[in-house]
């Protein structure tokens, strides 16, 4: 059984700050990658940023510059510094894990979703 854990969601103004956590527990081996989606009422979700477990990021362009995703791999956990906010950055913001669970078995675990509201 895996679980992820995430906080750090909330009501922010334009330009404004947040960070998201996100704890991964339960039985894996280890961390593949982890990333960050969202979505918005009407869309898609989409990525918003991923870090491999040797520590290589990827943005997508919408956010390069402004967020800065990061892991603390003794935790099992993976942040999402997101600055200089925009109202457009307004969604639902998921943690999605890729874990080892066996030596040549991965699966990806999602977790329950955090609001993230832009507004003045």
């Known amino acids: 059984q895996v679980q992820l854990v995430e906080s750090g969601g909330g009501l922010v103004q334009p330009g404004g700050s947040l960070r998201l956590s996100c704890a991964a527990s339960?039985?894996?081996?280890?961390?593949?990658?982890m990333a960050w989606y969202r979505q918005s009422p009407g869309k898609q979700r989409e990525l918003v940023a991923s870090i491999t477990g040797g520590g290589r990021t990827n943005y997508a362009d919408s956010v390069k510059g402004r967020f800065t995703i990061s892991a603390d791999n003794t935790k099992n956990t993976v942040f999402l510094q997101m600055n200089n906010l925009k109202p457009e950055d307004t969604a639902v913001y998921y943690c999605?894990?890729?874990?080892?669970?066996?030596?040549?078995?991965?699966?990806?675990?999602w977790g329950q979703g955090t609001q993230v509201t832009v507004s003045s």
């Open positions: 339960g039985n894996f081996l280890s961390i593949y990658a």
């Open positions: 999605n894990a890729d874990l080892r669970i066996q030596l040549i078995v991965r699966n990806q675990y």
